[in-house]
Nanobody
Framework: QVQLVESGGGLVQAGGSLRLSCAAS????????MGWYRQAPGKERELVAH?????????YPADSVKGRFTISGDNAKNTVYLQMNNLKPGDSAVYSC?????????????WGQGTQVTVSS
């Protein structure tokens, strides 16, 4: 089992910054990737940023965050961060950390509890 604990959400004015943290514990040796998703009311959940544990490769599938959000990881602390700059009201959502654990040929997905980010105009 893998446990994910997120922190760092809150209320910020447009143009401000926040840094989210996701600390993994438990069977972390199986982790191959971690990512941040977000879901706003009435909208589908979307993948915001993704990082490979082994290679460190980062991807930002959501065009709206490119150039503003940065995902990074500290393997020694089993922690992934999402630095969010120049925040916009449209970034308001519940942000959830996701981790992919590979055991043999089976991938298991774990989720954090989610943290609310609210950006005021």
């Amino acid at each position: 089992q893998v446990q994910l604990v997120e922190s760092g959400g809150g209320l910020v004015q447009a143009g401000g910054s926040l840094r989210l943290s996701c600390a993994a514990s438990g069977d972390t040796a199986c982790l191959t990737a971690m990512g941040w998703y977000r879901q706003a009311p009435g909208k589908e959940r979307e993948l915001v940023a993704h990082i490979s544990i082994s290679s460190g490769e980062r991807t930002y599938p959501a065009d709206s965050v490119k150039g503003r959000f940065t995902i990074s990881g500290d393997n020694a602390k089993n922690t992934v961060y999402l630095q969010m700059n120049n925040l916009k009201p449209g970034d308001s959502a519940v942000y959830s950390c996701n981790a992919v654990c590979l055991r043999g040929i089976l991938n298991t997905f774990y989720w954090g509890q989610g943290t609310q980010v609210t950006v005021s105009s």
